[in-house]
C-alpha cells in the first residue's frame, strides 16, 4: 500500500510517515524544500520535492499516480499571514484533492482543525486560518470522486502520545498531542468504513483502535 502525505516535513506527518513505515507502507511525503528531505529518509519516507502553491495539478496527479491514498497534512504554519493561510491551507488542499481525482485515488484524509468554518467572521490571522481550513474541508466534502475523511483535532501538544483519545462528530474542545493524532490518522487509513465522516479529536479515555471502530460503526 502506497500513501503520499502532503506537508511531509510537519510535526504530525512525520510523525505519521513513522508510524506507516514501521508497519510496511511505502510512504512517499511532499516537500517544499529540498533540505528536508534526509529528515523524511530517517523516518522511512521517500521525500518528492514539490511546491504545492505553484505546482500543477497534473504535477502533483504525476506523484500521486499508484497511490492507494492521500493525506493532506500541510500547512502554512506559524508566522504566516492571512494570504498563505489561503494559498496553502485552502489551495494547496484543493490542489491536492483535484489531482487525487486525476490520478485515480478515491481515499483521501485532510488534517483540519476544530473550529474550521468558511464562513468564520474576524480579521486576526487565525480566524484566516479557520476560514481556509473550512473552505477546503467543505470543497473535499462535496466531492464524489473521493472517500475522503475529514480529522478536526484540538489544541496540539508535543506531550508524548497516550494512546487514550475521545474522537466523535463532536467531542468538545481540548489538547491533544500530536503523537496521537498521527496514530488516528494511521487507523483511519486502515479503517475504509470511516469515509464519509468529519471527525472531532481530543485527548481522552479510549484506545486509539476502539476509538476509530466505534465511529466507524457508527
Same mark, same amino acid.
Given at each position: 500500500?502506497?500513501?503520499?502525505?502532503?506537508?511531509?516535513?510537519?510535526?504530525?506527518?512525520? *510523525?505519521?510517515? *513513522?508510524?506507516?513505515?514501521?508497519?510496511?507502507?511505502?510512504?512517499?511525503?511532499?516537500?517544499?524544500?529540498? *533540505?528536508?528531505?534526509?529528515?523524511?529518509?530517517?523516518?522511512?519516507?521517500?521525500?518528492?520535492? !514539490?511546491?504545492?502553491?505553484?505546482?500543477?495539478?497534473?504535477?502533483?496527479?504525476?506523484?500521486?499516480?499508484?497511490?492507494?491514498?492521500?493525506?493532506?497534512?500541510?500547512?502554512?504554519?506559524?508566522?504566516?499571514?492571512?494570504?498563505?493561510?489561503?494559498?496553502?491551507?485552502?489551495?494547496?488542499?484543493?490542489?491536492?484533492?483535484?489531482?487525487?481525482?486525476?490520478?485515480?485515488?478515491?481515499?483521501?484524509?485532510?488534517?483540519?482543525?476544530?473550529?474550521?468554518?468558511?464562513?468564520?467572521?474576524?480579521?486576526?490571522?487565525?480566524?484566516?486560518?479557520?476560514?481556509?481550513?473550512?473552505?477546503?474541508?467543505?470543497?473535499?466534502?462535496?466531492?464524489?470522486?473521493?472517500?475522503?475523511?475529514?480529522?478536526?483535532?484540538?489544541?496540539?501538544?508535543?506531550?508524548?502520545?497516550?494512546?487514550?483519545?475521545?474522537?466523535?462528530?463532536?467531542?468538545?474542545?481540548?489538547?491533544?498531542?500530536?503523537?496521537?493524532?498521527?496514530?488516528?490518522?494511521?487507523?483511519?487509513?486502515?479503517?475504509?468504513?470511516?469515509?464519509? !465522516?468529519?471527525?472531532? !479529536?481530543?485527548?481522552?479515555?479510549?484506545?486509539?483502535?476502539?476509538?476509530?471502530?466505534?465511529?466507524?460503526?457508527?
Amino acid at each position: 500500500m502506497r500513501i503520499v502525505i502532503a506537508g511531509g516535513h510537519g510535526q504530525i506527518a512525520l *510523525r505519521l510517515e *513513522r508510524l506507516l513505515a514501521a508497519r510496511g507502507y511505502e510512504v512517499a511525503g511532499i516537500v517544499r524544500d529540498a *533540505r528536508q528531505s534526509e529528515d523524511l529518509r530517517t523516518v522511512g519516507a521517500e521525500p518528492v520535492v !514539490l511546491d504545492l502553491e505553484s505546482a500543477s495539478v497534473e504535477q502533483v496527479a504525476e506523484v500521486l499516480a499508484g497511490a492507494d491514498a492521500a493525506v493532506f497534512a500541510a500547512g502554512a504554519g506559524p508566522g504566516s499571514g492571512t494570504e498563505r493561510k489561503d494559498t496553502v491551507d485552502r489551495g494547496a488542499a484543493v490542489l491536492f484533492a483535484d489531482a487525487a481525482e486525476r490520478a485515480g485515488v478515491r481515499r483521501y484524509l485532510i488534517v483540519s482543525s476544530m473550529g474550521a468554518d468558511a464562513g468564520r467572521a474576524g480579521d486576526e490571522v487565525f480566524d484566516a486560518y479557520l476560514r481556509a481550513k473550512g473552505a477546503a474541508d467543505d470543497d473535499v466534502r462535496s466531492r464524489s470522486g473521493l472517500d475522503w475523511t475529514v480529522l478536526r483535532p484540538g489544541s496540539l501538544t508535543n506531550d508524548a502520545g497516550t494512546g487514550l483519545v475521545s474522537l466523535g462528530v463532536s467531542t468538545g474542545r481540548g489538547p491533544v498531542p500530536r503523537d496521537d493524532v498521527a496514530a488516528v490518522l494511521a487507523e483511519l487509513l486502515e479503517t475504509p468504513s470511516t469515509a464519509g !465522516l468529519t471527525l472531532e !479529536l481530543v485527548s481522552g479515555s479510549v484506545p486509539v483502535t476502539v476509538a476509530v471502530k466505534d465511529v466507524a460503526g457508527n
